[in-house]
């Protein structure tokens, strides 16, 4: 059964591709940055999951207030979490196309190139995210 922790296309369509890796190393970054794991019942209906949480705080300009509290950094490291935590947000966008290769994504955490803007978020990602949370709802 469907447990919430593959990339959302696969989740709402059925489809596996190569998009899927570059999905969970995106929620394999934002599991080392935050502390957390993927999955939180105990968050708010449209928290539960890590890249929705990512996602609203981005949307917000706030993507550090997900950074493990018990971090403690420098200035410079401040703004490499927040380099990773863009990047992370690049691989956990809804559409797979958006997604950088990991080449990209390797060029990008070695600091060889810069990490692009982030698009906003389609509605249809917080949707995917819902269907997904009902189903795992259901199997308990």
């Known amino acids: 059964m469907c447990r919430g922790y ?10 596996l591709s190569e998009k899927v890796d570059i999905y ?9 940055v935050s502390g ?3 999955r939180d019942l105990t968050m708010h209906e449209d928290e539960v999951y890590l890249p929705s ?9 706030r993507l550090l207030d997900m950074m493990d509290a ?6 410079d490291e401040t703004r490499e979490v927040q380099q990773v935590l863009e990047i992370a947000v690049l691989c956990v966008q809804n559409d797979p196309e958006k997604r ?5 994504v390797a060029a990008m955490l070695a600091g060889d190139a810069s990490v692009e803007a982030v698009v906003p978020m389609d ?10 949370a009902l189903m795992d709802d259901s199997d308990t």
């Open 123 to 132: 509605k249809d990602m917080y949707d995917c995210w819902a269907e997904r």
């Open 6 to 15: 593959l990339a959302p296309e696969y989740m709402c369509h059925g489809q």
């Open 53 to 61: 949480r990512v996602w609203k705080l981005h949307k917000q300009n």
């Open 100 to 104: 950088p290769s990991m080449f990209q």
């Open 70 to 75: 018990t971090l403690v950094v420098n200035e």
């Open 36 to 38: 957390k794991r993927n």
């Open 24 to 32: 969970s190393f995106g929620v394999l970054l934002l599991e080392i």
